[in-house]
């Protein structure tokens, strides 16, 4: 018989008013609520108190993958109509997965332009979920027009424009080839990351370019029929090195968000030992997955119903995060990608 998991055991009520639409003046003076994993203990605090959670030879582990301004407005060629572009990921030089609104009329061989022709691309095929593989042309370099004509893909729920792109970005970002910003991260500033390493706290990084998928509604009953879209991660030997050290010293490794996490659960081993590898990943973490290589977890607050929250529930227990979210709601903590954050050990 098939197992069963239903997606409404991970919902929970929400106020719109508690989403959160811009981000705060300074990054790491946002709640912190901290939630014990065995005993669903709850404290609440100011984000820069997490370094007195951990202790000298502890490793953070950082996604340095960093946002594209990945959302185009153009023309289709010929008829002048507006449209929408997305970059989702990129397949090689000039070539990109995309999202396209309106995407009915966008058929293959639609020619698109972009600030006037100074980039161009044409609908060279349909893959799965109707997104659209686009060549583009130009001259010079791609990331530097991106830049002049490219805005941040904020999520759906944020309404507002955001008056510094920087701000979805993390301090450490470097690796360019993001669709979402990696949020866990974005409550960090240099001064927070130098006071943790004075502290002999080890500070490792991988990178997981993080696509859209991530924040795709669940839109199945059983939740163990969803399918996770692939997403490019690298971890180098430096890095790796990092993390096992604080394994074999018997100290613990938190990961700063749920692409950190999805990064090294794929690399790892059953002993939770890590290696320098690339690739691509679909891990999909839900409750029942056995953690080999995480000890704690710094996390935002996650849709109902999202795969994240099923990470974290994962990690946490479904009843333990759940209490937690309601305790949040209750204390009109600020949800999503410019919210407030949790520390989970």
């Known amino acids: 018989m098939k197992k069963m998991m239903n997606v409404k055991d991970f919902y929970y009520d929400l106020p719109q008013e508690l989403i959160a639409q811009d981000p705060l003046a300074d990054r790491s003076g946002s709640r912190l609520m901290v939630l014990g994993r065995r005993d669903g203990s709850v404290e609440h605090h100011v984000f820069r108190d997490m370094i007195n959670y951990l202790h000298p030879g502890d490793c953070l582990v950082l996604n340095n993958t960093k946002v594209l301004p990945a959302r185009l407005f153009g023309t289709k060629e010929g008829t002048q109509a507006g449209i929408e572009l997305l970059l989702l990921k990129r397949l090689s030089d000039n070539k990109w997965e995309t999202l396209v609104k309106p995407g009915k009329k966008a058929k293959i061989g639609t020619k698109l332009q972009f600030g006037n022709g100074l980039l161009t691309g044409e609908i060279i095929d349909i893959v799965e979920e109707g997104n659209r593989i686009i060549q583009f042309s130009y001259t010079g370099i791609f990331e530097e027009i991106l830049d002049k004509l490219g805005e941040m893909p904020l999520p759906p729920y944020i309404t507002h424009r955001l008056q510094d792109q920087k701000r979805y970005q993390t301090v450490y970002a470097k690796e360019e080839g993001s669709a979402a910003a990696p949020t866990a991260g974005l409550h960090f500033t240099e001064e927070l990351l130098a006071q943790l390493a004075d502290k002999g706290v ?47 010293g018997g100290h613990r490794v938190v990961a700063v968000g749920t692409t950190s996490t999805r990064t090294l659960e794929t690399i790892a081993d059953e002993a939770g030992i890590v290696r320098a590898a690339s690739g691509w990943t679909q891990i999909f973490v839900y409750p029942g997955y056995h953690f080999r290589c995480i000890d704690g977890l710094i996390t935002n607050f996650h849709l109902p119903e999202s795969t994240l929250i099923m990470l974290v529930s994962a990690f946490a227990g479904r009843e333990h995060v759940l209490e937690a979210y309601a305790q949040a709601v209750k204390e009109k903590y600020r949800f999503f990608s410019f919210g407030d954050a949790m520390l989970i050990l």
């Not at 399918?227 to 090195?241: C, I, K, Q, T, V």
């Open 202 to 248: 080890e500070l490792a990084e991988v990178t997981l370019h993080v696509g859209l998928g991530t924040f795709r509604p669940v839109k199945v009953d059983n939740v163990l029929d969803h399918h996770m879209h692939s997403e490019f991660y690298r971890l180098d030997e430096e890095n790796a090195g990092k993390i096992n050290r604080a394994k074999a």
